[in-house]
């Protein structure tokens, strides 16, 4: 999933994108359970304003979007796709599954 931040009050993206991050470490301590997988910086030409782009694990789709609200973050969902990295892993998983050798019962 990817959720767009944008200027939100007096706080600027970067103090945001910081406390975003923070809280994904302080929820999860192991680096696989983590919400977050990376960032990007950008520009709307349309809305003439900056962004900065979360792309969110799908285990972490609900608890960002709780975090954003309960904190009145300006954001919006621009995709719900699941990251490559983790689509990978799905068809790995799928692979793995179907080409054991089937069980017999008698």
């Known amino acids: 999933m990817i959720v767009r931040l944008y200027q939100t009050g007096n ?3 970067e103090t945001v994108g910081d ?6 470490r302080q929820a999860n301590f192991h680096p ?4 977050l997988d990376s960032n990007t910086y950008g520009t ?3 809305k003439e304003c900056t962004y900065r782009e979360f792309f969110v694990r799908w285990i972490g789709r609900e608890p960002i979007i709780m ?4 904190n009145q973050i300006l954001f919006e969902v621009t995709s719900y796709a699941i990251l490559p990295h983790e689509e990978e892993a799905i068809q790995h998983s ?3 599954e179907h080409t054991d050798t089937p069980s017999q019962i008698n």
């Open 11 to 13: 706080l600027d993206l």
């Open 19 to 24: 406390m975003l991050w923070r809280a994904d």
């Open 32 to 35: 696989e359970n983590r919400w």
């Open 44 to 46: 709307d030409e349309k």
């Open 67 to 70: 975090w954003l609200v309960s």
């Open 94 to 96: 799928y692979i793995k």
